[in-house]
């Protein structure tokens, strides 16, 4: 079993929908959680950090963290064609430590 | 500009031929790391340093070396590549640990044949 399940995708949704990511681990010791972003051809960029749970929100994006279920969340609100770009969850045991990938999940925004 | 870059780009190379993957960041961060990225694996980290002189061991680090005797650059070494290492490989960077935002840098697409 992965450390890490990330649902792979594709997702495809039209412009303007709230938009569901998610991602389940299994290591209970994991206290920092991570959303990236990767746009094609291109490297990740850090597009939330949180530190254990809770919530955390940062213009149309909203990163949900639920340490008791093992379960993390990128919630985008109206979403827009250039949301459209692989999303990877990651996250870590203590700070600075090994860092661990979600695979990704591709998402596409539909005009 | 702040930037991390990797050298080659692209590379194809061939069982057994040691190779050199550079890395360099020019934000004087601390804390630098190696990722390999394979469909249906996702990003996966080879391995890490907190430091000059000092490196770990990531999730995949079997047929990787590593060394960080400048705070700037942190090459992969690949000994004696083999077809399975042919992947795309990331070196990122961030001012103290993990957890800060870590910029990556463009990829390096390498083949081993």
């Known amino acids: 079993q992965k450390e890490v399940e990330q649902d792979p995708g594709p997702l495809s949704v039209p412009e303007g929908a709230i938009v569901s990511l998610n991602c389940t681990y299994s290591?209970?010791?994991?206290?920092?959680f991570m959303w990236y972003r990767q746009y094609s051809r291109k490297g990740p960029e850090l597009l939330m950090y949180t530190y254990s749970s809770g919530n955390k929100e940062d213009g149309r994006f909203t990163a949900q963290v639920d340490k008791s279920s093992k379960y993390i969340s990128l919630f985008i609100r109206d979403s827009q064609p250039s949301d459209s770009a692989t999303y990877l969850c990651a996250m870590s045991a203590v700070q600075g430590g090994k860092l661990i990938f979600g695979q990704g999940t591709e998402l596409s925004v539909k005009p | 500009e702040a930037q991390v870059t990797q050298n080659p780009r692209y590379l194809i190379t061939v069982t057994g031929k040691k190779l050199t993957v550079t890395c360099s960041q020019n934000m004087n961060h601390e804390y630098m790391s190696w990722y390999r990225q394979d469909p249906g694996l996702g990003l996966r980290q080879i391995y890490y340093s907190m430091n000059v002189e000092v490196t770990d061991k990531g999730d995949v680090p079997e047929g990787y070396k590593v060394s960080r005797k400048e705070k700037r650059n942190f090459p992969l070494i690949l000994e004696s590549p083999s077809p399975n290492q042919t992947s795309l490989y990331f070196c990122a960077s961030s001012l103290s640990s993990g957890a800060d935002t870590q910029y990556f840098g463009p990829g390096t697409r390498l083949t081993v044949l």
């Open positions: 290591n209970s010791a994991f206290q920092y």
